[in-house]
Nanobody, 123 residues
């Protein structure tokens, strides 16, 4: 019933920008905390950013601050991740997630997940 579909991934050169989108359906989007996570080859899934249902509370992993921006458009049931100044180490599969409670960086606290979109940053 609940579906999260990521899009916008692709190949980009280091220093470039990319904007990911996550379209949600089957839930009352405006009442869900939304988050972004990523998983690089050989590594565990890690927290990237999260935003409250109102958009009033946003948190980022330290390495993302100043480069990545999370936002949401509740009218479109969509959450975005604007990624600037991309580095090769940003290469990963990026996942969108939804949670019925408040913001958290903990992966296991999220209730729904998308299939992911590949982001590859070349040097």
């Amino acid at each position: 019933q609940v579906q999260l579909v990521e899009s916008g991934g692709g190949l980009v050169q280091a220093g470039g920008s990319l904007r990911l989108s996550c379209a949600a359906s089957g839930l009352t989007f405006s009442r869900y905390t939304m988050g972004w996570f990523r998983q690089a080859p050989g590594k565990e899934r890690e927290f990237v950013a999260t935003t409250s249902w109102s958009g009033g509370h946003k948190y980022y992993a330290d390495s993302m601050k100043g480069r990545f921006t999370i936002s949401r458009d509740n009218a479109k049931n969509t959450v975005y991740l604007q990624m600037n100044s991309l580095k090769p180490e940003d290469t990963a599969v990026y996942y969108c997630a939804a949670r019925v409670k408040g913001v958290t960086p903990l992966e296991y606290e999220y209730d729904y997940w998308g299939q992911g979109t590949q982001v590859t940053v070349s040097s």
